[in-house]
């Protein structure tokens, strides 16, 4: 398919010099476009929404215009009142010529383009505790922006997403079929992390029981805020967009402060093979949470505050606990690179589980000096 074809379906003003793939994403095909006239360049990014991830990409994008409509109205009576120490910026939808927020091709492949946030840049890991403060600005900010947002007003993009009861239900299936337990029987290490898995369940249904005592209400989160979601200003080092709205969903705003923290406060990351090496970093998580606070401090209750420390823990066994059952059903989700990648992947974030269970007290502590 001619994609410079496409474009032109696009209102967006100047003369296309250059559409080339850009970032490192793998779900979404993305491609970076340049337009020039004679006073001025634009930037704005192509994307095809993956249907394999997101079935009815129709969904996604009427999240999107609800998402940046609702936020940008914000964000502009926010910068009149003068309430903000930098510009925030968020993507914004490119019209077509007809008036929509996508076009779709010969195949139903849905193809949007949005703005692309100039002079910024997002980094793969942690680069200090100067940025993991910033990364939490902007997810405390953009869990303000979307506060007062009715979680009804969009359509879950991805149910059971971040439920970690159905992940256990899901694991729990697997492990009744024959290529599970011959993996099981081959391993002393697959063993050692299903006696994990058994002896933390009741750590699965933390989040859920409390919502359903009504302790936590369900607000808005962005379902993906890893480190490389996290635009920091190029000239300013100030955490100034989230990114990838693709997967904000109704649910806890404590699953996304768990998620970014998995992701930050642990230096060796998601690869490692010596789980030496795997460690909760408190100096990162203390300045991650003294930027979100500052942020979100204002809309979070008692009881959110109470779970932050909950949160945190259970998304490592989250994502573990999905890293082992893939590899117990034959690495069908997770991309592997080679045999036995899922079950490592699992072993690195059981370790960092158990690097938050031994700070349990000082962790606790620091959330209750914020």
Same mark, same amino acid.
């Given at each position: 398919?001619?994609?410079?074809?496409l474009?032109?379906?696009?209102n967006?003003?100047?003369?296309?010099? *250059?559409?080339?793939?850009?970032?490192?994403?793998?779900i979404?095909? *993305?491609?970076l476009?340049?337009y020039?006239? =004679?006073f =001025?360049e634009?930037?704005?990014?192509?994307?095809r929404?993956n249907?394999?991830?997101?079935?009815?990409?129709?969904?996604?994008?009427?999240?999107?215009?609800k998402? =940046?409509?609702?936020?940008h109205?914000?964000?502009e009576?926010?910068?009149k009142?003068g309430l903000d120490?930098?510009?925030?910026?968020?993507p914004?939808?490119i019209k077509?010529?007809?008036?929509?927020?996508?076009?779709?091709?010969?195949?139903?492949?849905?193809?949007r383009?949005?703005?692309?946030?100039l002079?910024?840049?997002?980094f793969?890991?942690?680069q200090?505790?100067?940025?993991a403060?910033?990364?939490?600005?902007?997810?405390g900010?953009?869990?303000?922006?979307?506060s007062?947002?009715?979680?009804?007003?969009i359509?879950?993009?991805?149910?059971g997403?971040?439920?970690?009861?159905?992940?256990?239900? &899901?694991?729990?299936? *697997?492990? !009744?079929?024959? #290529?599970?337990q011959?993996?099981?029987?081959?391993?002393?290490?697959?063993?050692?992390?299903?006696k994990y898995?058994?002896?933390?369940?009741?750590?699965?249904?933390?989040l859920?029981?409390?919502?359903?005592?009504?302790?936590? !209400?369900r607000?808005?989160?962005?379902?993906?805020p890893k480190?490389?979601?996290?635009?920091?200003d190029d000239? *300013?080092?100030?955490?100034t967009?989230?990114?990838?709205?693709?997967?904000?969903?109704?649910?806890?705003v404590?699953?996304?402060?768990?998620?970014a923290?998995?992701?930050?406060?642990?230096?060796?990351?998601?690869?490692?093979?010596?789980?030496? !090496?795997?460690?909760?970093?408190?100096?990162?998580?203390l300045?991650f949470?003294?930027?979100y606070?500052?942020?979100?401090?204002?809309?979070m209750?008692?009881?959110?505050?109470?779970y932050l420390?909950?949160?945190? #823990?259970?998304?490592p066994?989250?994502?573990?606990l999905r890293?082992? &059952?893939?590899?117990l059903?034959?690495?069908r989700?997770? !991309?592997t690179? &080679?045999?036995? &990648?899922?079950?490592?992947?699992a072993?690195v974030q059981?370790?960092?589980c158990e690097?938050?269970?031994?700070?349990?007290g000082?962790?606790?502590?620091m959330?209750?000096?914020l």
């Amino acid at each position: 398919m001619d994609l410079s074809v496409l474009m032109e379906g696009f209102n967006i003003k100047g003369r296309l010099v *250059t559409l080339v793939p850009f970032g490192n994403g793998n779900i979404n095909d *993305t491609f970076l476009a340049v337009y020039r006239n =004679t006073f =001025t360049e634009t930037q704005v990014v192509l994307q095809r929404v993956n249907r394999a991830v997101f079935p009815r990409p129709e969904v996604i994008m009427a999240n999107m215009h609800k998402i =940046t409509l609702h936020c940008h109205a914000k964000l502009e009576n926010d910068a009149k009142r003068g309430l903000d120490d930098r510009v925030w910026q968020m993507p914004r939808i490119i019209k077509t010529k007809e008036g929509g927020d996508f076009i779709r091709d010969e195949k139903g492949e849905v193809w949007r383009v949005i703005t692309r946030i100039l002079s910024a840049h997002a980094f793969d890991t942690a680069q200090s505790p100067e940025h993991a403060l910033e990364c939490g600005c902007a997810l405390g900010h953009f869990h303000y922006l979307l506060s007062d947002m009715p979680p009804n007003s969009i359509e879950d993009p991805l149910p059971g997403f971040h439920v970690t009861s159905g992940y256990l239900r &899901q694991y729990d299936r *697997t492990l !009744k079929s024959k #290529r599970a337990q011959s993996l099981l029987s081959a391993s002393v290490e697959a063993k050692r992390l299903a006696k994990y898995i058994d002896e933390r369940r009741d750590l699965a249904l933390c989040l859920e029981r409390a919502e359903r005592a009504g302790e936590l !209400k369900r607000r808005m989160f962005h379902g993906d805020p890893k480190v490389n979601n996290i635009m920091i200003d190029d000239f *300013t080092g100030k955490g100034t967009a989230m990114i990838d709205l693709d997967t904000v969903s109704p649910g806890l705003v404590q699953i996304d402060v768990g998620d970014a923290v998995r992701s930050i406060c642990n230096p060796a990351g998601e690869e490692e093979t010596n789980l030496g !090496k795997v460690a909760f970093d408190e100096n990162l998580f203390l300045a991650f949470m003294k930027g979100y606070m500052r942020e979100a401090g204002a809309f979070m209750t008692e009881a959110d505050r109470e779970y932050l420390y909950d949160t945190v #823990r259970l998304l490592p066994f989250e994502l573990g606990l999905r890293f082992f &059952q893939d590899y117990l059903a034959g690495d069908r989700y997770f !991309k592997t690179r &080679q045999p036995g &990648q899922n079950l490592n992947r699992a072993r690195v974030q059981f370790r960092l589980c158990e690097s938050i269970e031994a700070r349990e007290g000082s962790i606790r502590e620091m959330l209750k000096r914020l």
